[in-house]
């Protein structure tokens, strides 16, 4: 009984329900397939560059961002007209000049930033206008910022002589007093 049961042909198709019958068939079919999953691999590629270039980006921002606030606040000591008051003169030189060593110690910060920003412009990041728009605008707060420290700096000198100078006068006239009594 069993002898007279033949199995049926199974026959391969593709997923448009075509049959493959013949190894051309099968090879185009195999061939499609490998385009296709060539395709898939050139896209993941492409996706994952642009993945990549945007975390890139979110970390210039993120440190681009943290540098504009750190130069903000020594912006706002920086133009501070402290030295108008001449109390403790000698005390506001020396803050003064912590804070301009601060001021350079953190010049690497912006030398790193333009190098990380610079190379994805050269390389063609989606955001480099966006990038060169954000280097100018911290270059502008830097340099405002070495502007005021520099004019704080020279104020503060101006005020230490100036104080110097009444002290002077005012010895002179104590002076001109005494031998004026006599």
Same mark, same amino acid.
């Given at each position: 009984?069993?002898?007279?049961?033949?199995?049926?042909?199974? !026959? !391969?198709?593709?997923?448009?329900?075509?049959?493959?019958?013949?190894?051309?068939?099968?090879?185009?079919?195999?061939?499609?397939?490998? @385009?296709?999953?060539?395709?898939? *691999?050139?896209?993941?590629?492409?996706?994952?560059?642009?993945?990549?270039? =945007? +975390?890139?980006?979110?970390?210039?921002?993120? #440190?681009?961002?943290?540098?504009?606030? $750190?130069?903000?606040? *020594?912006?706002?000591?920086? =133009? @501070?007209?402290?030295?108008? #008051?001449?109390?403790?003169?000698?005390? *506001?030189?020396?803050?003064?000049?912590?804070?301009?060593?601060?001021?350079?110690?953190?010049?690497?910060?912006?030398?790193?930033? #333009? #190098?990380?920003?610079?190379?994805?412009?050269?390389?063609?990041?989606? =955001?480099?206008?966006?990038?060169?728009?954000?280097?100018?605008?911290?270059?502008?707060? $830097? @340099?405002?910022?070495?502007?005021?420290? !520099?004019?704080?700096?020279?104020?503060?000198?101006?005020?230490? !002589?100036?104080?110097? +100078?009444?002290?002077?006068?005012?010895?002179?006239?104590? $002076?001109? =007093?005494?031998?004026?009594? +006599?």
């Amino acid at each position: 009984i069993m002898s007279t049961f033949t199995k049926p042909k199974l !026959k !391969k198709m593709d997923a448009s329900g075509k049959v493959l019958e013949t190894a051309e068939d099968i090879q185009e079919r195999r061939q499609q397939v490998l @385009d296709r999953y060539r395709r898939f *691999k050139e896209l993941s590629l492409v996706r994952r560059q642009k993945l990549e270039d =945007s +975390y890139r980006f979110q970390f210039f921002r993120r #440190d681009a961002d943290e540098l504009e606030k $750190w130069i903000q606040e *020594k912006l706002q000591i920086a =133009s @501070d007209e402290n030295y108008k #008051d001449p109390s403790n003169l000698q005390g *506001k030189l020396q803050k003064h000049q912590a804070f301009e060593a601060e001021v350079q110690a953190n010049a690497g910060a912006i030398i790193k930033l #333009d #190098d990380t920003g610079n190379l994805m412009i050269t390389e063609g990041h989606f =955001s480099s206008e966006t990038i060169r728009t954000r280097l100018e605008e911290l270059h502008r707060l $830097w @340099d405002l910022l070495l502007q005021k420290t !520099k004019e704080k700096g020279m104020r503060l000198l101006q005020a230490q !002589k100036l104080v110097q +100078y009444l002290r002077e006068c005012e010895d002179a006239l104590d $002076w001109i =007093s005494i031998m004026y009594q +006599y």
